[in-house]
C-alpha cells in the first residue's frame, strides 16, 4: 500500500531518516514517539506539504515523491480540527468533492454516505461553532474519509480530548479500519498506539529504532528508550556480562552494581543479553524480615518511595531496592505507605533477559546528499 524507501529530510540541525517503511493494505500502522522525534515531519511529505531531500514514497506503486498534494490520493486528519467555521457540517464535509467538481447528485450521496458511516447524519446541517469537540473531530475525519483516500494519515488525532470522548474516537477509529480502511497514525501515548495498532514503529530523533507487532514490541523493547515510551517500568540495562552461579542460576549486574539472581534459562541466544525486564504484576511485596520466596526468583530489601492509585483499583508501587522497582498491588487499600521497609520478592517467570541487537535505522545522510535531492 504504502512504501517509504530511504526517506530523509534536513530542517536546521535536525534530520529525519534515512527512514524505510512499509504499510500494508488494511494495516493501522501506528508510529509512536515524544514530541520532536519527526512524526509529523513523515506525514508532512507523505501529504505532499513537504518535499524529502532524498528517497522516494511510494503508494499503490505509484511514486508520489514530487506529486501535488491533491493528486496523492491520501486524506490527512491533523492536530485540531481546521473546520471551516463559515460552512455547515455538510459544506465542509463536502469541500474536497466540490474542489474536484464532482456532480452534485453524486456529492450528497458520497457526503451522507460517510456521515452514516462515522455516526454524524444528524450533524449535516448544523454550524461548526455549535459542535462539540467529540462533533467536530468525526466532522473533520469525514471530510478526510470522503476522498475515499488510498491511505489516511492521522496526526495526534486525540489531542487535547478528555478520556471517555478518546474512547469514542478509538472505537471508530478501529471499526473504520475493520471494514478495510488503511491508516497511518502518529502519536505519543502508547495505551493510544496499543488500543488501535496493527503494528507500531518506535521512533526516536528522527529514527526509527523498533518496528514489529505492538506486542512484540511491547514484550522485547531493544533500548531504553523503546521500553519507556511502551510503558514499561521495570528495564534494566545489564553493565556486565552474567556470571554463572549453581543450581542452573546466573548472577547480573545491573545499575549502581545491584547484583541480581536470574534462571540461566532465560537468557537469549545467539546474542549477547543487554537488558532486564521485570513484571510489576508479579512483584510482591512483604513487611521487611518476612520469610524467603517460595518460588526462589529473589528477594531484596527494599524501603517504599512511592504510591500511585490506578484507575482499576490498584497501586503502583516503587521501592528503591538499590534501583527504584515498581511492583502493582492491591486492588484495595494499599498497606505500605513512603519510607515503609519491606521485602521486595518476584518469581522467576517474572525476570526477563532481552538481547541488545539494535533495529534502529540509520540516523545519517547519504554520503553525498546534494545529489539526492527530489524537491
Known amino acids: 500500500m504504502l512504501q517509504i524507501?530511504?526517506?530523509?529530510?534536513?530542517?536546521?540541525?535536525?534530520?529525519l531518516g534515512e527512514l524505510d517503511l512499509e504499510?500494508?493494505?488494511?494495516?493501522y500502522f501506528v508510529l509512536l514517539g515524544?514530541?520532536?522525534?519527526?512524526?509529523?515531519?513523515?506525514?508532512?511529505?507523505?501529504?505532499?506539504?513537504?518535499?524529502?531531500?532524498?528517497?522516494?514514497?511510494?503508494?499503490?506503486?505509484?511514486?508520489?515523491?514530487?506529486?501535488?498534494?491533491?493528486?496523492r490520493q491520501v486524506g490527512y486528519l491533523c492536530q485540531g480540527d481546521t473546520l471551516f467555521p463559515h460552512l455547515s457540517v455538510r459544506g465542509n464535509i463536502a469541500?474536497?468533492?466540490r474542489r474536484r467538481k464532482m456532480p452534485v447528485g453524486l456529492m450528497e450521496e458520497r457526503v451522507e454516505e460517510v456521515a452514516?458511516?462515522?455516526?454524524?447524519?444528524?450533524?449535516?446541517?448544523?454550524?461548526i461553532e455549535g459542535l462539540s469537540g467529540g462533533e467536530r473531530q468525526r466532522v473533520a475525519l469525514a471530510r478526510a474519509l470522503v476522498m475515499n483516500p488510498a491511505c489516511l494519515l492521522l496526526d495526534e488525532p486525540l489531542t487535547g480530548m478528555d478520556t471517555a470522548l478518546c474512547q469514542d474516537i478509538l472505537m471508530l477509529l478501529r471499526r473504520l479500519n475493520r471494514s478495510g480502511g488503511t491508516f497511518l497514525h502518529v502519536t505519543h501515548d502508547h495505551t493510544e498506539a496499543l488500543a488501535v495498532a496493527t503494528k507500531v514503529a518506535i521512533m526516536?530523533?528522527?529514527?526509527?529504532?523498533?518496528?514489529?507487532?505492538?506486542?512484540?514490541?511491547?514484550?522485547?523493547?531493544?533500548?531504553?528508550?523503546?521500553?519507556?515510551?511502551?510503558?514499561?517500568?521495570?528495564?534494566?540495562?545489564?553493565?556486565?556480562?552474567?556470571?554463572?552461579?549453581r543450581d542452573g542460576m546466573v548472577q547480573i549486574i545491573i545499575k549502581d552494581g545491584l547484583q541480581l539472581a536470574v534462571p540461566g534459562s532465560i537468557l537469549p541466544q545467539g546474542e549477547p543479553p543487554g537488558f532486564l525486564r521485570l513484571e510489576e504484576r508479579l512483584i510482591t511485596l512483604k513487611p521487611s524480615?518476612?520469610?524467603?520466596?517460595?518460588?526462589?526468583?529473589?528477594d531484596y530489601p527494599g524501603t517504599v518511595t512511592d504510591l500511585v492509585p490506578q484507575v482499576d483499583g490498584t497501586w503502583e508501587v516503587t521501592?528503591?531496592?538499590?534501583?527504584?522497582?515498581?511492583?502493582?498491588?492491591?486492588?484495595?487499600?494499599?498497606?505500605?505507605?513512603?519510607?515503609?521497609?519491606?521485602?521486595?520478592?518476584?518469581?522467576?517467570?517474572?525476570?526477563?533477559?532481552?538481547g541488545k541487537g539494535a533495529t534502529h535505522q540509520r540516523g545519517h545522510l547519504p554520503k553525498n546528499p546534494g545529489m539526492n535531492r527530489e524537491n
Not at 452514516?116 to 454550524?127: D, K, Q, S, V
Request: with cysteine; charged share 20%.
Open 204 to 245: 526516536e530523533q528522527g529514527r526509527i529504532v523498533q518496528q514489529g507487532a505492538p506486542m512484540e514490541v511491547v514484550n522485547n523493547p531493544r533500548s531504553l528508550f523503546a521500553a519507556r515510551l511502551a510503558g514499561i517500568k521495570n528495564f534494566f540495562p545489564l553493565t556486565s556480562a552474567p556470571v554463572e552461579d
Open 116 to 127: 452514516r458511516e462515522i455516526g454524524a447524519f444528524h450533524l449535516l446541517e448544523r454550524r
Open 289 to 298: 524480615g518476612a520469610g524467603p520466596s517460595l518460588e526462589g526468583g529473589g
Open 319 to 354: 521501592v528503591n531496592i538499590g534501583v527504584p522497582v515498581v511492583a502493582v498491588v492491591g486492588p484495595g487499600e494499599c498497606p505500605w505507605n513512603p519510607g515503609d521497609r519491606v521485602q521486595v520478592s518476584w518469581p522467576r517467570k517474572a525476570v526477563k533477559v532481552l
Open 34 to 71: 515524544p514530541s520532536g522525534s519527526g512524526k509529523t515531519l513523515l506525514l508532512e511529505m507523505i501529504a505532499g506539504f513537504l518535499h524529502p531531500d532524498g528517497g522516494r514514497i511510494i503508494l499503490e506503486e505509484r511514486d508520489i515523491t514530487a506529486m501535488c498534494i491533491q493528486d
Open 5 to 15: 524507501k530511504g526517506l530523509w529530510k534536513r530542517l536546521g540541525e535536525f534530520v
Open 23 to 27: 504499510v500494508e493494505p488494511g494495516d
Open 95 to 97: 469541500y474536497g468533492l
